[in-house]
């Protein structure tokens, strides 16, 4: 059975840093790509960044870039959160490809090119 685990988020000031961490459980295949995207109150699912398997690149949505870095170890991906701001503030969700297209720099943002999804881990960045 598929399993993704989110951990890591938390209340933190403006300007702090979080690491938010997914095991991903369950593959009996290799997947194709594993990320993060983000929710908040209101808005639409958001991409945010993406690790791509098949040829390490990483994707990296314009509102987190050079503050927020993707990272893997095995089966979990991490995405460690600098220089974070109150917008920053939503349910950060995992989320794998395992089926899905080729990534690149449009579609790793697009929900459905993903095929499984975490819980999500809450990250409140206060002023």
């Known amino acids: 059975q598929v399993q993704l685990v989110e951990s890591g988020g938390g209340l933190v000031q403006s300007g702090g840093s979080l690491r938010l961490a997914c095991a991903a459980s369950?593959?009996?295949?290799?997947?194709?790509?594993i990320g993060w995207f983000r929710q908040a109150p209101g808005k639409e699912r958001e991409g945010i960044s993406c690790f791509s398997n098949s040829d390490s690149e990483t994707y990296y949505a314009d509102s987190v870039k050079g503050r927020f870095t993707i990272s893997r170890d095995k089966n979990t991906v991490y995405l460690q959160m600098n220089s974070l701001k109150p917008e920053d503030t939503a349910v950060y969700l995992c989320t794998v490809s395992q089926w899905g297209p080729a990534l690149n720099d449009y579609n790793y943002a697009y929900a459905r090119t993903y095929d499984y999804w975490g819980q999500g881990t809450q990250v409140t960045v206060s002023s």
């Open positions: 369950g593959f009996t295949l290799d997947y194709r790509a």
